[in-house]
Nanobody, 126 residues
Framework: HVQLMESGGGSVQAGGSLKLSCAAS????????MAWFRQVPGKEREGVAA???????SYANSVKGRFTISRDNAKNTVYLEVNNATREDSGMYYC????????????????????WGQGILVTVSS
C-alpha cells in the first residue's frame, strides 16, 4: 500500500523561500518516478517538477530557475525547494508517484502518476 505524506507548506512572502517534503512508504521508493503538482481553485492541476529513478528532472517553464526537485532514497523522501516565490506559486501542492519513469524530455501530466498525497497548502503573500 503506497502512501505519500507532504509537509513543509505554509505562508511565505513574495521573494522568499520554502521547502516541501514528501515522505513515501509502502514500496521500493528508489525505483519510482516522483513529481510535484499544484492546483488553485478554478484551475486544473498542473505539473510543477518531476524526478525519475535515475535523478533526471523536468520542470514547468513557470518555475524553471526558481524551483528545485530532489530526492533522498535513503530517507524515502522527495523535496521541492521553492525560491523567489511569487503570488502565482500559491496553491495546493501534491506529491505524486508512479511505478514507471515518465519521460523528462516532455512535460508530464497527472494521468501518468498513480499514487497521490493529500496535498499541502502554500500561500505566497505580497
Amino acid at each position: 500500500h503506497v502512501q505519500l505524506m507532504e509537509s513543509g507548506g505554509g505562508s511565505v512572502q513574495a521573494g522568499g523561500s520554502l521547502k516541501l517534503s514528501c515522505a513515501a512508504s509502502g514500496y521500493k521508493y528508489s525505483s519510482f518516478c516522483m513529481a510535484w503538482f499544484r492546483q488553485v481553485p478554478g484551475k486544473e492541476r498542473e505539473g510543477v517538477a518531476a524526478i525519475d529513478s535515475d535523478g533526471l528532472t523536468s520542470y514547468a517553464n513557470s518555475v524553471k530557475g526558481r524551483f528545485t526537485i530532489s530526492r533522498d532514497n535513503a530517507k524515502n523522501t522527495v523535496y521541492l525547494e521553492v525560491n523567489n516565490a511569487t503570488r502565482e506559486d500559491s496553491g495546493m501542492y501534491y506529491c505524486a508517484a508512479d511505478y514507471e519513469d515518465v519521460s523528462m524530455a516532455t512535460m508530464f501530466t497527472e494521468n501518468q502518476f498513480e499514487f497521490w498525497g493529500q496535498g499541502i497548502l502554500v500561500t505566497v503573500s505580497s
